[in-house]
T-cell receptor, first 116, second 113 residues
Framework: DTGVSQDPRHKITKRGQNVTFRCDPI?????LYWYRQTLGQGPEFLTY????????KSRLLSDRFSAERPKGSFSTLEIQRTEQGDSAMYLC??????????????FGSGTRLTVV | AQSVTQPDIHITVSEGASLELRCNYS??????LFWYVQSPGQGLQLLLK??????LVQGIKGFEAEFKRSQSSFNLRKPSVHWSDAAEYFC???????????FGTGTRLQVFP
């Protein structure tokens, strides 16, 4: 197990295009989280899953954002009609389900999105 | 409101010097507290965490942190800094039945030889 994997590492897209990011958590981790980090800021919570169920979504997750975890393994985060304000690092994390966030997450290396 | 404040945006120390990074929190429930480190272009790595019990917790890479409830603080310390410690450090708080963390804005540590 090599930890949490995110793909792609970098994405440059034109404003108005749709983008999709993928996250593969640690295999035995049931909980999966998405955070967004803008320059000079700490990560901000977007959403999290337990298995395939999306349990909580932040108000930051506008209707242009959608996240899925269809089989309880990998997850995708899609942004439709991207805007320049969406430029950020998108971080995925996972943790064992019986402990959750309070156990401490394992983060992936992130996907850096640049909208031009 | 729940929040985490890291008052120092940027700290510079000489290699071998001691280090203390400050963290103050505001949280309605019993806090679970964390310190993470982030190298440029990378994700975050957990350094240490506090849930309960001994208020001085030890972490990886020689770091420790002390929880002071009366001051709502969870400061990170290291007695002797190495050049490889140069990175961004984030304090975070969670707990109270929620499964999300609230992060501070980070402190960038620069180490001079």
């Amino acid at each position: 197990d090599t930890g949490v994997s995110q793909d792609p590492r970098h994405k440059i897209t034109k404003r108005g295009q749709n983008v999709t990011f993928r996250c593969d958590p640690i295999s035995e981790h049931n909980r999966l989280y998405w955070y967004r980090q803008t320059l000079g800021q700490g990560p901000e919570f977007l959403t999290y899953f337990q298995n395939e169920a999306q349990l909580e979504k932040s108000r930051l997750l506008s209707d242009r954002f959608s996240a899925e975890r269809p089989k309880g393994s990998f997850s995708t985060l899609e942004i439709q009609r991207t805007e320049q304000g969406d430029s950020a690092m998108y971080l995925c994390a996972s943790s064992p389900h019986f402990r959750g966030a309070n156990y401490g997450y394992t983060f992936g290396s992130g996907t850096r999105l640049t909208v031009v | 409101a729940q929040s985490v404040t890291q008052p120092d945006i940027h700290i510079t120390v000489s290699e071998g010097a001691s280090l203390e990074l400050r963290c103050n929190y505001s949280y309605g429930a019993t806090p679970y507290l964390f310190w993470y480190v982030q190298s440029p272009g990378q994700g975050l790595q957990l350094l240490l965490k506090y849930f309960s019990g001994d208020t001085l917790v030890q972490g990886i890479k020689g770091f420790e942190a002390e929880f002071k409830r009366s001051q709502s603080s969870f400061n990170l310390r290291k007695p002797s800094v190495h050049w490889s410690d140069a990175a961004e450090y984030f304090c975070a708080v969670g707990g109270g039945g929620t499964d999300k963390l609230i992060f501070g804005t980070g402190t960038r540590l620069q180490v001079f030889p």
